[in-house]
């Protein structure tokens, strides 16, 4: 059984300091995620982009949106576009698991394919509303309810909001 936690930081840089605060506590940069808007003008991010960290690192600093080098190390980084909600840039496992047919399948756009990650429709169609509003989403998953109380720590100790947490069974 895998666990998900989740919260909501304020912005990039608060964002920033939780991904680097796991990454130091140990956890793996393949299961940390990351979801933000993409606030840049340039059209050319509507097509989903994949890279491997260290790469990771130069997308985020060629994209321009001021995803600093912490995030840029995460599993893969990329641009995504969900009809209703507008462009989106995420990394980690998040990014499979919103790109292509798994977005194009939740009829009810991002919030849908975060419900699809095991997430409660309310809390889903909550950070939806928080992440077009400019927050960015954190993600952890682990099989250890230790690792699930150290995230919720971490999560605490940087004054993230909307700290939850979902079982999330194998098919």
């Given at each position: ?23 130091t506590a140990g956890f793996s ?62 990394a980690g496992p998040i990014m ?76």
């Amino acid at each position: 059984m895998t666990k998900a936690v989740f919260c909501i930081a304020q912005n990039i840089d608060q964002a920033e300091i939780i991904v680097n605060d796991l990454m130091t506590a140990g956890f793996s940069t393949n299961d940390i995620s990351v979801l933000f808007p993409d606030k840049s003008t340039t059209k050319d991010f509507a097509h989903e982009k994949n890279t491997k960290a260290p790469e990771g690192a130069a997308i985020g600093g060629g994209v321009g949106l001021g995803a600093g080098a912490v995030i840029g190390l995460l599993a893969g980084i990329g641009a995504l576009a969900i009809p209703g909600v507008g462009p989106l840039i995420a990394a980690g496992p998040i990014m499979g698991a919103l790109s292509g047919a798994a977005v194009g399948a939740a009829t009810g756009g991002l919030a849908g394919g975060l419900i699809g990650l095991g997430i409660p429709e309310y809390e889903a169609k909550r950070y939806e509303g928080k992440i077009q509003g400019g927050n960015a989403l954190i993600s952890v998953h682990t099989t250890s309810s230790d690792a699930v109380t150290k995230v919720k720590e971490i999560f605490e100790q940087a004054h993230a909001e909307d700290i939850s947490s979902t079982e999330e069974t194998s098919v």
